[in-house]
């Protein structure tokens, strides 16, 4: 599709229970990012994908957090046990390639943990 | 270290205002994207930069490589302009996007 689709748009979890978020991105894209956005314009990067593979996974909390992308199915990132910290919006953005940057942006999940 | 600075932090304009936000980086860049974040949160890319200007409707991005500088300017304001506006770049030796720190525009009809 062209448009980078990201569900659920609003998630709520309470403390200790596991979080899933899906990303699809546009067809065609091979990089596919992860950002979190916690303060309001405070954008912190976690991982991104080439394909299926990882290509940058330096923002990347080592213990709860885990992310793949699968061949056929929707990119995901999953929180192990939600913490309250980790309420933020969750964004996904996808690109062709490094030498073609421009990328386009889902619209978000909120994670709200309680 | 890569850092891109946004001026100013807020904005407010009348309606009908010419209006520019400007944003500074340090290293050298692929590209520089202008977002903008309505309340709500989701996130609409503007405009693509590696050089030059860029025109939209209302909106116009130029990006000056060797100052490594670029400013959005939205001309005839709308209070609908209202939203977050973020300019994020795209290093040479780095496939992530770094963030600004935002400029919140109000539009006061």
């Known amino acids: 599709g062209e448009e980078v689709a990201q569900t659920p748009k609003h998630l709520v979890r309470g403390e200790g229970q596991k979080a899933k978020l899906y990303c699809a991105p546009i067809?065609?894209?091979?990089?596919v990012f992860w950002y979190q956005q916690v303060l309001k314009n405070e954008f912190k990067f976690l991982i991104s994908f080439q394909n299926e593979n990882v290509f940058d996974e330096t923002g990347m909390p080592k213990e709860r957090f885990s992310a793949k992308c699968l061949p056929n199915s929707p990119c995901s990132l999953e929180i192990q046990a939600t913490k309250l910290e980790d309420s933020a919006v969750y964004f996904c953005a996808s690109s062709q390639s490094p030498a073609r940057p421009e990328a386009f942006f889902g619209q978000g999940t909120r994670l709200t943990v309680v | 270290k890569n850092e891109v600075e946004q001026s100013p932090q807020n904005l407010t304009a009348q309606e009908g205002e010419f209006i520019t936000i400007n944003c500074s980086y340090s290293?050298?860049?692929?590209?520089l994207h202008w977002l903008q974040q309505h309340p709500g949160g989701g996130i609409v890319s503007l405009f693509m930069?590696?050089?030059g200007k860029k025109k939209h409707g209302r909106l116009i991005a130029t990006i000056n490589i060797q100052e490594k500088h670029s400013s959005l300017h939205i001309t005839a304001s709308h209070p609908r302009d209202s939203a977050v506006y973020i300019c994020a770049s795209i290093p040479n030796t780095g496939n992530q996007f770094y963030f600004g720190t935002g400029t919140s525009l109000t539009v006061i009809p």
């Open positions: 290293v050298g860049i692929s590209a």
């Open positions: 067809k065609g894209h091979s990089y």
């Open positions: 930069l590696s050089s």
